[in-house]
Structures are given as C-alpha cells and as structure tokens.
Nanobody, 124 residues
Framework: QVQLVESGGGLVQAGGSLRLSCAASGRAFSSYAMGWFRQAPGKEREFVTT?????????YYADSVKGRFTISRDNAKNTGYLQMSSLKPEDTAVYYC????????????????WGQGTQVTVSS
C-alpha cells in the first residue's frame, strides 16, 4: 500500500503559479503510476494529469490544463509534483493526488490510493 499527502496549495492571483507536492509513504513508490485530479465546488472530481512509474515523457494531460500544468516525480524522494502556471479562476478546486500500481489511468475508479486534497484558489 501507499499513503499520500498533498501540500503546496493556497491562494494565488490569476496568471500566477503554484507547485503542489504529493509525498508518498510505503514501499516501492516507483511501482505506482501517479495522477492528479481536482474537484471544484458543486462539480464532480475530474482528471487533470497522470505520469508513469518512471516519469519521463510518459505523461498525459486534460485539455483544460495542457501547456500550463506540468506533472513530474522524484522516485528517490518518494514525491510527485504538479507545477501549475498561468492559473485561471476556473482552476480553483481541491486538488488530489492518487496512485495505482503499474500503468497510468484517467478515471477516478482506477486509482485505489488517494491523498486528502489541498485547496487551490485563484482570484481574478
């Protein structure tokens, strides 16, 4: 199993940047693909991005964040990251990291492990 804890959320003005971190505990972090999801008030949780176990070029993004967000990971530190730039008010949400064994995935139900979430608020 793996336990996940997000950090780095906060309040930022539109056009600004934030970097979220997802610290993982447990064994064999490098065996897990990671994903980031978000949930805005009154809306369903949605996919943001995912990265393969080894990282590198195997990443996927929702169209709404492509070119603005970058996912990465440092397996030596058991930590994943979400660098968010050119933030918009519509990016306001609770951001969750998630993990699953082996391959990347794009839907909530495919991730058995979740963090508690971190709030990101973008003011206009």
């Amino acid at each position: 199993q793996v336990q996940l804890v997000e950090s780095g959320g906060g309040l930022v003005q539109a056009g600004g940047s934030l970097r979220l971190s997802c610290a993982a505990s447990g064994r064999a972090f490098s065996s897990y693909a990671m994903g980031w999801f978000r949930q805005a008030p009154g809306k369903e949780r949605e996919f943001v991005t995912t990265i393969s176990r080894s990282g590198g070029s195997t990443t996927y993004y929702a169209d709404s964040v492509k070119g603005r967000f970058t996912i990465s990971r440092d397996n030596a530190k058991n930590t994943g990251y979400l660098q968010m730039s050119s933030l918009k008010p519509e990016d306001t949400a609770v951001y969750y990291c998630a993990a699953r064994k082996y391959n990347t995935a794009f839907t909530i139900g495919e991730y058995p492990y979740w963090g508690q979430g971190t709030q990101v608020t973008v003011s206009s």
